[in-house]
């Protein structure tokens, strides 16, 4: 039981990965914060596992937002009073060429994905003691990338920044930080995507299942993975190890 007696908040717990990742983690013993702009998707996800015997709390939280942010930090220090797992996987994409983007849109996806990140290490480290971890969700658009989805790209890559200097600062209070890389995962945001709808952007090679990218998510956010800090996990499949 990794996350035994352990309080771990999940950001877009309602869906795909991060909620894969709250059913994994509370099968695992965690009590599982989890936090989505969607609340009915987030209660949904915490009424699973509280339908499995184990303790889950859903709020309503955008990501992009402070002041949300902080409130969600306190609803989860008022089940023990600390944090022992953060993992963030809200996002959000746009497909807007960069001479067509909105300033404010290119801005909005920088503080959803990017800032979030930011903002629940600012406000949720204070309250985490030694052994405990972070998990950022950057993507395989970090490294390779398609047409019109700049602003996404740019903040996955940016987050593999963050989680590295992020991990130095807090190397000496015994806190890790590290980062998974999905490819295509059989997710709402890879068959929404209107590229992929249109057939613009073909899904090749393999796609992975949410609980595959939950399984390295709770791998890095355990004390399996002690030794591993400021990395990048990716998890694609191979999908980058190809020749186009």
């Not at 889950?56 to 220090?77: P, T, Y």
């Not at 290490?121 to 003691?129: E, F, N, Q, V």
């Not at 130095?168 to 295509?184: D, F, H, K, W």
């Amino acid at each position: 039981m990794r996350f035994s007696n352990k309080t771990c908040i999940v950001t877009g717990g309602g869906s795909g990965i991060g909620r894969a990742t709250c059913l994994q983690m509370a099968q695992e013993g965690g009590y599982i914060v989890v936090a989505d702009l969607d609340l009915a998707s987030a209660q949904a996800t915490a009424d699973a596992i509280g339908a499995s015997g184990r303790k889950a709390i859903a709020d309503r939280c955008d990501v992009g937002d402070s002041a949300a942010v902080q409130a969600v930090v306190r609803k989860a220090l008022a089940h023990n009073n600390a944090i022992d797992v953060i993992v963030n996987d809200a996002a959000m994409m746009t497909f807007t060429p960069i001479v067509d983007i909105a300033e404010a849109e290119f801005f909005e996806v920088l503080t959803v994905n990017l800032g979030s990140v930011f903002f629940f290490a600012k406000y949720g480290a204070p309250h985490m003691p030694p052994g405990s971890a972070f998990v950022n969700v950057s993507s395989v658009h970090a490294f390779a990338t398609t047409q019109n989805v700049v602003p996404y790209a740019s903040s996955k890559g940016a987050i593999q920044a963050f989680t590295r200097g992020f991990a130095l600062e807090m190397q000496s209070r015994q806190i890790r930080v590290n980062a998974v890389a999905p490819g295509s995962v059989d997710t709402p945001m890879l068959w929404d995507n209107p590229n992929v709808k249109s057939g613009a952007e073909k899904v090749t090679g393999a796609i992975g299942k949410p609980e595959d990218l939950a399984a390295a998510i709770c791998f890095l956010a355990s004390n399996d993975a002690r030794f591993v800090n400021g990395a990048t996990l990716l998890v694609d499949g191979g999908k980058l190890a190809a020749l186009p």
